[in-house]
């Protein structure tokens, strides 16, 4: 058994002007009590409007390594180290994370950020403790390490300069130009087995992607970024992920094939999930941009869902069910034989895993 979360989308704030948003709307978290509705005071004088900036927060977090024992996610640990996603994503399933900090998965997510400048300090002192049993550090896998704020804070840089001194292995997953900023760092694990990057690829239609990812950066930077990245021998991973069913399931092969051409090795593939807050913000979205498919859309979703517009149960909320989801998954294997792709990620190599030399440390003789 398994529920749908449901809500109304307040009506969007006049007074806002929204540039490159993908959410229109701040409606309130499941935790909140209270919904928040705009009332016309009776008076006609207008008010001022002004441009909706995003907001940059700093969090002196206490821990970093978040545990999971997820069937469906292969690492048992991930390093996140921003809250929210400046790049808008309207289909992000992170949005509902916002909730726990008492902000909106809307408009919040996107534009009120909180970063952890001593995420690498934690990092560091986190796998240096006695005991520590190396494995995998997965990044990425909430909201985006490489966002635009990352380009001047530095703090995956730091991150990556933890790991590459200790050699300890981990997969990034983004969508960020700013990991090439990081090649230095990624060629250097990746000579040691110790990184495998995936590159999140929805579509190859420039106009689509910015309604639905308005601050990713576009198809042709992320090919781009691939290129770049193998040529650092640095193992790439597209990931058409999400598969939205009528907007851009139809270029499922050409992306894998796009992808092959640019340099990457390993493909995976996602349906279109819609967790808690994200289906009525998606919804609302179709209805803005793509109101003569909408229907079309959800109803296509909810096939894959038994019939709701999400399934949250471990085991079939990455993959769907159904004739529909065996259908799109036929079709990805078939096109991964195909072209070549991988469909495992490169075993990462945790032997060399141990803290950096100081100076005074005698050499090694090997």
């Known amino acids: 058994m398994f529920h749908s ?6 009506p969007r704030n006049p007074d806002e002007i929204l540039r490159a948003r993908g959410a229109d709307s701040r409606p309130a978290a499941r935790f909140e009590p209270y919904q928040r509705v705009r009332e016309h005071d009776g008076w006609d004088i207008g008010e001022e409007q002004g441009l909706l900036r995003t907001e940059i927060e700093h969090e002196r977090a206490r821990s970093i390594l978040n545990r999971n ?3 469906d996610i292969p690492f048992d640990r991930s390093v996140n180290p921003y809250r929210g996603c400046e790049h808008g994503c309207i289909y992000c399933f992170a949005r509902p994370s916002h909730a726990y900090l008492g902000l909106s998965p809307g408009l919040d997510f996107e534009t009120k950020i909180v970063a952890k400048p001593n995420a690498p300090e934690l990092l560091q002192a986190e796998i240096g403790r006695r005991g520590y049993a190396v494995a995998p550090i997965g990044f990425g896998t909430n909201t985006d390490p490489y966002q635009p704020i990352e380009a001047r804070l530095g703090i995956m840089r730091g991150c990556l300069q933890v790991l590459h001194d200790w050699n300890h292995p981990f997969s990034l ?6 990991v090439l900023r990081d090649l230095d760092l990624l060629s250097g694990m990746a000579a040691r087995k110790q990184v495998m990057v995936g590159v999140s690829l ?6 689509l992607a910015r309604q639905m990812e308005p601050r990713a950066p576009t ?3 992320r090919l781009r970024m691939i290129r770049e990245l193998a040529q650092a021998g640095v193992p790439v991973r597209v990931m058409v992920a999400p598969v939205i069913p009528v907007l851009t399931e139809h270029e499922l092969e050409h992306i894998m094939q796009a992808a092959l051409d640019a340099g990457a090795t390993a493909a ?18 179709l209805q803005r941009h793509h109101p003569g ?6 109803s296509r979703v909810q096939a894959m869902r038994g019939g709701r517009d999400n399934d949250p149960r471990f085991g079939s909320r990455m993959r769907g069910e159904g004739h529909e989801a065996d259908l799109l998954h036929q079709r990805f294997r078939l096109a991964r034989k ?3 792709l991988q469909r495992e990620a490169e075993v990462l190599d945790c032997s060399r895993f141990g803290p950096p030399p100081r100076a005074g440390d005698q050499l090694s003789l090997f």
Do not use: C, Y
């Open 5 to 10: 979360w449901s809500m109304s989308l307040p």
């Open 69 to 71: 024992n997820s069937p």
């Open 173 to 178: 997953v983004t969508r960020g130009a700013t």
């Open 202 to 207: 929805t579509t190859l239609d420039p106009d």
């Open 219 to 221: 198809p042709q930077t």
């Open 268 to 285: 995976s593939m996602i349906p279109l999930r819609l967790p808690l807050e994200v289906a009525p913000l998606f919804r609302d979205w």
């Open 293 to 298: 498919k909408a229907a079309h859309v959800m």
């Open 338 to 340: 195909r072209l070549g």
